[in-house]
């Protein structure tokens, strides 16, 4: 059996981590007095808007009355979750500010410690033009080979073609052969 006080704190976790920045764009079922209307916030607000001048324009002041807190309901929703989501995204902007900020900070920290020391920047250091050897090499250095420096000596040579055997003449196709003797040739 289930204790009632653990159930309880799981729904009042749950209640309290609903995300309402999904609301503008959800679909909504709304009980009203005239029945079920479908939609999104927006949709409904629309719906009950024009069911209060309905009921307006009939004289049933209950209704409209009625209508009208059904509207002002699904307004506050929608005023409530674009306050949310305008916050979000205020948010967002200032952690993007800081971001670049700290980018930009780094980047001139970089370029400052680039201009006082230049042995830092490897773009500025001298290349060497050759890799150097193994000890017993005259100069210490070699020159790296490249495709262009090799001879046409180091060249691979191509394959060699295979010749097709000839063609057989028209007797030795048919299978014919000049040991066996043909019938006609016996008679």
Request: charged fraction near 35%.
């Amino acid at each position: 059996m289930r204790n009632s006080k653990s159930r309880n704190r799981s729904n009042k976790n749950r209640n309290n981590n609903r995300s309402v920045g999904n609301i503008m764009n959800r679909v909504f079922d709304s009980s009203g007095p005239e029945g079920k209307v479908r939609g999104t916030p927006q949709q409904i607000i629309e719906k009950y808007t024009q069911l209060a001048r309905d009921a307006q324009l009939s004289g049933d002041r209950v209704a409209f009355e009625n209508f009208q807190q059904h509207s002002e309901h699904y307004s506050r929703m929608l005023a409530e979750a674009q306050k949310e989501l305008d916050a979000r995204r205020e948010q967002q902007e200032k952690e993007n500010r800081e971001r670049q900020a700290q980018r930009d900070a780094e980047r001139a920290e970089r370029q400052e410690t680039a201009a006082s020391d230049p042995a830092t920047d490897p773009g500025d250091a001298a290349q060497p033009d050759a890799l150097p050897v193994a000890e017993g090499d005259t100069d210490g250095m070699a020159v790296v080979d490249t495709p262009e420096s090799a001879s046409d000596d180091a060249a691979p040579k191509p394959k060699p073609r295979r010749r097709r055997a000839p063609k057989k003449d028209a007797d030795q196709a048919s299978g014919g052969n000049d040991d066996v003797p043909t019938p006609d040739a016996a008679e």
